[in-house]
């Protein structure tokens, strides 16, 4: 599609500040999407309603034919398919100071990353409704889980993502009301360069960005996702807007690149998942839907296993697993869970392992070939509070990280 949409403008006039049924990524983050939205137009005479976005003229037509094939790879490839793992939720705790890492701030924390590269440094962001948010950047360095910089920001980050290739894994994204885009300096200590901050320019006020992705081939592209039904394509090298598309008959809430840089997914709060292709943007596929219409919070491509994708919907304790090749059939539900999923990563290393967290404060790691999953033999951690999110450390392997209230930890798995 090209980039000659007609602007995206908001209703000024209606006095509802956010539709209660559209939550941004989980139950248990029900207020973010308005903490977000609120922070954002606090200082704005303008109320923000979604629902009242006009229908563009050039709304993609959706297809419904069936998803196209990748290539013909079998399901599960890995060599060790079966985790290794004790069935006790202390079993972490038995040598916390090997083990378990813990770091505690001031404010609540949600997104966080690990950087690719060989030492373990990850940044996380905060969650406040108001303008004093951060984002810091902590290393592990002595057995000690310290904070090395703070980057102060106004609006909470719904994501935080480094470059995904060696090239560039100094470069760190972050999204709110734009993009912001950092670049580290570790020559002189620490230090967070603001290289640029990327607003759509097409429209007065812009909806908030509820996730992004970076092309996972050509580093120079990232995707975003917005409130505002639509998906944004940036080109970096040039800091302007690539494409942007309606993506969604609702809200967007997440996007997800494959190891093909033509080739995302979006999901929404219509309770879909759809297919693009960067090379031919006036149709998508349609590759799952949610049988009861409910929203689809998250998604995540597994990069080892382009055909497997994992996704989480609203206030359901499952996380489904499908083929793309096979439309709209769940290949696993991973019913693990006794409260609803908050996020899900797939295993850098071990194309059918998947971790997930959850309301119910347990962190388990799934082997999607098993068949006899169940909780007993999967929960290999238990954090003393709700967990918001996770990430898995794409160098370090062997480390995964959850956020819960004000406090990070980094498991050793």
């Not at 470059?163 to 300096?185: M, R, V």
């Not at 206030?315 to 899900?344: C, Q, Y």
């Amino acid at each position: 599609m090209s980039n000659n949409n007609p602007p995206i403008s908001l209703n000024n006039q209606n006095n509802s500040l956010i539709n209660q049924n559209n939550p941004l990524i989980s139950s248990n983050l029900q207020n973010f999407n308005e903490q977000l939205i609120t922070s954002q137009l606090m200082n704005q005479n303008i109320q923000y309603n979604p629902n009242l976005l006009p229908i563009a003229q050039n709304q993609i037509p959706i297809s419904n034919n069936p998803a196209p094939s990748f290539d013909n790879i079998n399901l599960f490839t890995d060599s060790n398919p079966q985790i290794n793992m004790n069935t006790s939720a202390d079993t972490l705790g038995n040598n916390q100071e090997k083990n378990i890492y813990n770091y505690a701030t001031t404010s609540t924390l949600y997104s966080i990353s690990f950087q690719n590269t060989d030492k373990c440094r990850l940044a996380i962001g905060t969650l406040e409704c108001s303008l004093n948010n951060r984002i810091e950047i902590l290393e592990l360095v002595n057995n000690e889980l310290d904070k090395v910089y703070v980057e102060n920001l106004e609006y909470p980050s719904t994501k935080l993502m480094w470059g995904p290739n060696q090239s560039k894994n100094n470069l760190l994204a972050s999204s709110s009301d734009c993009i912001h885009l950092f670049e580290l300096e570790t020559s002189n200590g620490t230090n967070l360069k603001k290289l640029t901050t990327l607003y759509n320019k097409k429209s007065p006020y812009c909806g908030p960005l509820t996730s992004f992705d970076w092309n996972k081939v050509n580093d120079s592209i990232l995707g975003t996702a917005s409130l505002d039904t639509t998906c944004t394509i940036w080109d970096l090298n040039k800091s302007t807007i690539r494409t942007q598309l309606i993506a969604h008959d609702k809200e967007v809430y997440d996007i997800s690149f494959t190891t093909n840089d033509n080739i995302f997914i979006s999901s929404g709060a219509d309770g879909s998942v759809r297919l693009f292709d960067l090379r031919s943007l006036k149709h998508s596929t349609i590759i799952y839907e949610t049988k009861d219409g409910c929203p689809i919070t998250k998604i995540s491509w597994n990069l080892l296993n382009n055909n497997l994708i994992a996704a989480l919907s609203l206030e359901k304790n499952l996380v489904f697993i499908f083929d793309t090749r096979k439309a709209n059939v769940s290949l696993v539900e991973l019913k693990l869970h006794k409260m609803p999923v908050t996020g899900m990563v797939w295993s850098p290393n071990l194309p059918s392992q998947i971790c997930s967290v959850s309301e119910d404060k347990n962190v388990i790691i799934s082997n999607v070939q098993n068949e006899e999953n169940n909780t007993n033999n999967n929960v290999c951690y238990t954090a003393p509070n709700e967990i918001n999110n996770v990430n898995w450390c794409e160098s370090l392997p062997e480390w995964i990280g959850i956020t819960f209230k004000k406090k990070v930890q980094l498991l050793r798995k």
